[in-house]
């Protein structure tokens, strides 16, 4: 790659995470009041509800694409007309099977898992929102191929806060279930005007045999990696969800949630933009070595001060929030599964690399490991420890972060360890501080007080020992000051 097309995707690559943390934080504001208020108003019994029903739609989701978007994103060569046309119609004519399906499905659906005629209700919203959903494949993969994130988060931004205000109204007003099912509702057509807007493309029918087989040698490998992710995750929430009470299910639910904030808050965003910017430059081993090791760096710099802060102040947090006792008996799958989330910050972005790199059976093998471990694991574990079972087998599984690494490592001669080691000294620092400190809150005032001390400390610690790799991030105002 010559020198002026690293920088342009280096530009492109700094304002894309720029813009996807922007729009994350944002987003996991708008995400962390609302389900603060809805952790308060509803049940963890609704919220069980929620999380299997969700997890009915991601099965159905999974099939509605055989890895052809995923192969565009990563497709050396701008895709044509015909190509995006032939994977629009495609998708469309699963999603309609697939949705056919399900609702002649609904009644054994419902009676497997005692669903109310609001939790079907549920089911329904959510299938509508799938095929909402759907519509969105082909404006948003060319968004992503042009590494134009500071646009694609628009359309993103407006769905979480539609569907979190309506949720929360909703909720207030005693809709209990049918608060989620409305929020899907809305959230899909808000998802998809926006879309549109800020991406115009003109839909159509058609479809290429030809062109179809050439992005299914790419496709059909990354979808088998999502089917076993699909096996390892959300058949496991459908598994559970029949052999553990709904309010198990919630409490997992939350813990997952609240110890996955900081993933979504910035791993997703990282992510997020990686993968296309990674497939741009999989031929420049020396620049994507660099790429690969700032992405770690500014993982561990952020990742490691959100997961142990809210690990050390969540316990607090149940305690003075009126209502919010009813969720301590969750802590100690939260706990585990915040354990869990630090190692998966760092193995998601490597299996994402190798995927960039084309090595897609590698991350394919990588995910049976994964998958099997996991139905070897959880359910044992949770006959004998009950819920909290899940949380402890995603700990040993997510330990295994040492195979991703060094399958990329024979590709890529990227220093991992080096790039962790002051993070962690940073945050042992501030983080024995703030236990030791943590005795002394007892109201709003103090624990928001501790935080910021916490906070700042850490900041001070980052500014000392990264300040020359932090530097040239920072806009050039805060530069020259």
Request: hydrophobic share 55%.
């Amino acid at each position: 790659m010559d020198t002026g097309r690293a920088a342009v995707v280096r530009g492109k690559i700094v304002k894309g995470v720029m813009a996807m943390t922007g729009r994350t934080f944002l987003l996991q504001f708008i995400t962390f009041s609302a389900t603060l208020i809805l952790t308060i108003l509803l049940s963890p019994a609704v919220f069980g509800v929620f999380f299997i029903v969700s997890a009915v739609i991601s099965f159905l989701t999974y099939f509605s694409d055989i890895g052809l978007a995923a192969a565009l994103i990563q497709k050396k060569k701008e895709p044509e007309r015909l190509e995006l046309l032939s994977v629009f119609t495609l998708q469309q004519a699963i999603v309609l099977v697939l949705i056919l399906l399900a609702l002649i499905m609904e009644p054994k659906i419902s009676f497997f898992y005692s669903l109310s005629p609001d939790g079907v209700f549920l089911l329904k919203a959510l299938l509508l929102s799938f095929f909402l959903s759907s519509l969105k494949t082909i404006p948003s993969i060319l968004l992503e191929r042009r590494l134009d994130f500071s646009r694609l988060v628009i359309p993103q931004i407006l769905e979480n806060l539609i569907f979190y205000l309506t949720a929360v109204i909703l909720a207030y007003r005693n809709f209990g279930i049918t608060s989620f099912a409305w929020a899907a509702i809305f959230r899909g057509f808000a998802g998809l005007i926006g879309i549109y807007w800020i991406s115009p493309w003109l839909p159509g029918i058609a479809f290429s045999y030809a062109s179809i087989k050439s992005l299914i040698t790419f496709g059909i490998p990354f979808q088998a990696n999502s089917l076993l992710a699909l096996v390892k995750d959300d058949l496991l929430t459908l598994y559970l969800g029949k052999v553990l009470p709904f309010s198990h299910i919630g409490y997992l639910g939350w813990a997952k949630k609240w110890a996955e904030t900081p993933l979504r808050l910035i791993m997703d965003s990282v992510i997020r933009v990686t993968f296309p910017a990674f497939s741009r430059i999989q031929n420049d081993k020396q620049l994507l070595k660099k790429a690969l090791e700032k992405a770690v760096l500014f993982l561990a710099l952020f990742i490691f001060p959100a997961s142990i802060f809210l690990a050390i102040y969540i316990k607090p947090l149940t305690e003075l929030v009126p209502r919010y006792a009813k969720w301590q008996e969750a802590l100690t799958a939260f706990y585990f599964f915040t354990a869990s989330s630090i190692l998966a910050a760092f193995s998601s972005p490597i299996v994402n690399a190798l995927n960039a790199l084309g090595k897609i059976k590698k991350t394919l093998g990588l995910m049976v490991v994964w998958t099997v471990l996991t139905w070897l694991l959880v359910p044992v574990l949770t006959y004998f420890f009950g819920f909290n079972g899940w949380a402890y087998a995603s700990v040993a599984i997510s330990s295994t972060l040492f195979l991703p690494l060094g399958m990329l490592k024979k590709e890529v001669n990227f220093n991992f360890g080096k790039n962790l080691a002051k993070p962690f000294l940073m945050i042992l620092i501030s983080g024995s501080l703030a236990l030791i400190t943590l005795p002394c809150v007892n109201n709003f005032a103090s624990l928001g007080f501790f935080m910021l001390v916490s906070g700042l400390i850490y900041a001070v610690l980052a500014w000392k020992f990264l300040k020359n790799e932090i530097m040239p991030y920072l806009p050039k105002f805060l530069v020259k000051a």
